[in-house]
């Protein structure tokens, strides 16, 4: 990312405090280094070691190469949709399921802007065309409900197509159900502080700076507007056949072990070992909206 030399410092409301942060100062501001962990309510004051991590990582892993083996023979089929708001760590929970599988039955869909072809498609078109053959599973590195979130919120879509999918998906996504696919929807909730300590980390570290978009300098200003969209997508489309399930994500070793086990729970597979997988963290990953209150 080039910069002109330029402050790109905002004024940013806070909790009803005004802040000033800017991306290109290299000294991360203290009321965000202090804050960060902790923010938007979660509940751990400190992240999980890296030696607990390693280890529970590897039992998820081996549990997640048996029930792909098991999906092999068995034709069943997963497809899983991480959404959150820029930098809540959907990348790299997808990157943590599926580095340890066999890539041609696992499958990582991040699309870019439509073409003008698929512009004019029916909005789903193009989704439709990546869902799962029998014995795969598709982790989709955000999804459809990019009309539910940054399209209303940046103008790339209008009122009347924003409410048309708030309607339409529903429907759709009881067709994937009654298709017999393994259906999870993945919100990764993080707090804003941690959002823009993220932002920091990414402007500034050579290896990370790809990641960090003119969109997400766009969206520093725009964390209620997210929110509200946010809110009124779980409310139209978590259902009980298609059930959002929420993240705290402030942690992302927490967040990446509780999302393997909440998959690995909800399938059945031969070898399934109940002992390896573990309990759900309940204050880190829950079921439905409610968990965001």
């Given at each position: 990312?080039?910069?002109?030399?330029?402050?790109?410092?905002?004024?940013?409301?806070?909790?009803?405090?005004?802040?000033?942060?800017?991306?290109?100062?290299?000294?991360?501001?203290?009321?965000?280094?202090?804050?960060?962990?902790?923010?938007?309510?979660?509940?751990?004051?400190?992240?999980?070691?890296?030696?607990q991590?390693?280890?529970?990582?590897?039992?998820?892993?081996?549990?997640?190469?048996?029930?792909?083996?098991?999906?092999?023979?068995?034709?069943?089929?997963?497809?899983?949709l991480?959404?959150?708001?820029?930098?809540?760590?959907?990348?790299?929970?997808?990157?943590?399921?599926?580095?340890?599988?066999?890539?041609?039955?696992?499958?990582?869909?991040?699309?870019?802007?439509?073409?003008?072809?698929?512009?004019?498609?029916?909005y789903?078109?193009?989704?439709?065309?990546?869902?799962?053959?029998?014995?795969?599973?598709?982790?989709?590195?955000r999804?459809?409900?990019?009309?539910?979130?940054?399209?209303?919120?940046?103008?790339?879509?209008?009122?009347?197509?924003?409410?048309?999918?708030?309607?339409?998906?529903?429907?759709?996504?009881?067709?994937?159900?009654?298709?017999?696919?393994?259906?999870?929807?993945?919100?990764?909730?993080?707090?804003?502080?941690?959002?823009?300590?993220?932002?920091?980390?990414?402007?500034?570290?050579?290896l990370?700076?790809w990641?960090?978009?003119?969109?997400?300098?766009?969206?520093?200003?725009?964390?209620?507007?997210?929110?509200?969209?946010?809110?009124?997508?779980?409310?139209?489309?978590?259902?009980?056949i298609?059930?959002?399930?929420?993240?705290?994500?402030?942690?992302?070793?927490?967040?990446?072990?509780?999302?393997?086990r909440?998959?690995?729970?909800s399938?059945?597979?031969?070898?399934?070992?109940?002992?390896?997988?573990?309990?759900?963290?309940?204050?880190?990953?829950?079921?439905?909206?409610?968990?965001?209150?």
């Amino acid at each position: 990312m080039t910069h002109s030399g330029e402050s790109r410092a905002v004024e940013l409301d806070i909790g009803g405090s005004l802040r000033v942060f800017d991306i290109d100062d290299p000294k991360l501001p203290d009321w965000v280094e202090d804050t960060a962990l902790t923010s938007g309510g979660f509940p751990y004051k400190k992240k999980m070691k890296s030696e607990q991590y390693e280890a529970e990582l590897e039992a998820l892993q081996i549990e997640l190469v048996k029930a792909q083996l098991s999906m092999r023979q068995t034709g069943q089929r997963i497809m899983a949709l991480f959404e959150g708001r820029d930098a809540a760590g959907k990348g790299g929970s997808i990157f943590t399921i599926h580095g340890a599988l066999n890539p041609r039955y696992a499958r990582v869909v991040a699309l870019t802007r439509p073409t003008e072809t698929e512009a004019g498609q029916w909005y789903f078109q193009r989704y439709v065309t990546h869902f799962p053959t029998k014995g795969e599973m598709v982790l989709f590195d955000r999804s459809w409900y990019n009309r539910a979130g940054v399209e209303p919120v940046m103008g790339f879509c209008s009122p009347q197509e924003h409410k048309h999918f708030l309607k339409m998906t529903p429907s759709f996504e009881q067709l994937i159900v009654d298709e017999g696919i393994h259906f999870f929807k993945f919100w990764l909730n993080i707090g804003r502080e941690m959002q823009l300590k993220r932002f920091h980390d990414r402007r500034h570290d050579p290896l990370k700076i790809w990641k960090l978009s003119s969109m997400d300098i766009a969206a520093l200003t725009k964390w209620k507007d997210y929110t509200q969209m946010r809110d009124l997508m779980l409310e139209k489309t978590h259902t009980k056949i298609a059930p959002w399930t929420i993240v705290r994500a402030n942690d992302k070793r927490r967040a990446r072990l509780n999302i393997i086990r909440h998959i690995l729970n909800s399938i059945d597979y031969e070898g399934k070992d109940k002992k390896a997988i573990g309990d759900i963290d309940d204050s880190i990953l829950s079921v439905g909206r409610e968990a965001l209150k």
